[in-house]
């Protein structure tokens, strides 16, 4: 399908018209709590909620971006790391296109199991990501890596390409509900049924954000990863894309912003703060609706998805996959290896004493590390600090680099891979590290 053909399907062109009238009235009226920030949020429309965007994010040092929280600060970081992958990617520069992909990931808060598949496939990334790019722009979704953090890097190096992740999903869904109880559907029509995910909350977390948008007989499936994502991610773009054109030179806020490009950017925004939290009843009531909510029907997965909270994740030097979480007192593998907390605060501890902010390898040779000839490094530290079999530093390396607490090299002083220690991470305490403050920040509800 290509996207003349998707945004010219009858539901599809009046989605685009409807929400096109919507944008500055109540309809999109909405109220929730961060619980990460314990910040309220409010917006009294969608071009509203753009105006009132927040996400705080940290600055890219490969780039000399300053910190922010602001639409303006965050399009300045993103519209930087734009440049810097795109001059990448036509160089065929592995090293800067991993780098700068692993700092937008930082910058979405998507680390887990992306910055350790980034460093892993750095090989051969330049060129795999312009294929794929190739490939997006032409309307082929590939069977290929696609997750909220990929979503995030084609949207830099795409032709109006969205981020589509589960809050852009949650509220797009809410939106498609309001139009076919409007309408008088009687279900969602198959070109709408845009896919959500639930928020990443902590094991057993009371009230988390909800981001399912079903209604009673208004269903959509759950999102999984791979072709299908990138499928709808490709629609969701060519809707919004769409709509960002058509409003230039209207009478809604948005046609104030100069660009279809950034315009197209402050509509995901918009679609981004509201589906933080639709609320128990899916945002139907409430906020700016007035309809009675149904029960939710029965999860349709799509493919790929788990309602666990393992995180997929992958060896540095091999790329092997495994999957982990974090625990109250312990980093536990998906099989019968774990790393309890004092165990990596004590190898952490040697680390820092022994390189504090210089560089340091994996070094956790299964032979070198108990005959005592390997160099100063991970699996040394490990074992001095009472862990056993050095190599099974290689998955507490991509987990730590996974989490920020290892922060990776790409100007590396030998061979290898290497990385240094985030200070900030590390909760220091007399010279001694304590880790549990910043791995339960990774519980938290995004």
Known sequence: MTKDEYVNHEFVAQFIDWMSEKLDDETFAHAYTMRKWNRHWSCGSLFDAYKNYYWPHGGVKALGVAAGHTFESNAEAL??????????????????????????????????????????????????????????????????????????????????????????????????????????????????????APAKSAKNAVNPPVRDPRQGRFDFLRLGGGRLYAAWNLRASWLLSTMAKRLAGGASGFAGIESDARRLRALEAALFMIGYDLGRDGGATGNGGNNVPEPRPPVQVIRGNDDSDWVECFTPSHGNRFEYRIEDHQIAINGPLNFNHDLIDRTLTNLFVHFGQSPFSLA???????????????????????????????????????????????????????????????????????????????????
């Not at 309001?178 to 309408?183: H, I, N, S």
């Open 364 to 446: 956790n040779n299964a032979v070198n590390v108990p005959a005592g000839t390997e160099q100063m490094g991970l699996g040394v530290a490990y074992v001095q600090a009472g862990g056993n079999n050095a190599p099974n530093t290689s998955k507490l390396a991509a987990i730590l680099q996974d989490l920020d607490v290892f922060e990776p090299c790409f100007d590396r002083p030998g061979p290898g891979r290497h990385w240094t220690l985030n200070l900030e991470a590390l909760g220091l305490v007399d010279g001694k590290v304590n880790i549990r403050p910043w791995l339960n920040e990774y519980r938290k509800d995004e």
């Open 79 to 196: 519209e930087a790391l734009q440049k810097g992958l795109v001059d990448a990617l036509l160089a065929g520069d592995d090293k800067r296109a991993c780098e700068l992909m692993c700092a937008l990931m930082a910058w979405g808060g998507v680390q887990a199991g992306n910055v350790s598949w980034l460093t892993a496939n750095e090989a051969g990334l330049a060129a795999l990501v312009a294929k794929t790019r190739d490939a997006l722009n032409a309307g082929d979704a590939q069977d290929l890596r696609f997750n909220s953090g990929m979503s995030k890097a084609y949207s830099l190096v795409c032709n109006e390409f969205v981020i589509y992740d589960s809050r852009v999903a949650a509220a797009l869904g809410m939106a498609i509900v309001k139009f076919c109880v409007e309408r008088k559907l009687e279900s969602v029509p198959a070109e709408l049924q845009f896919p959500w």
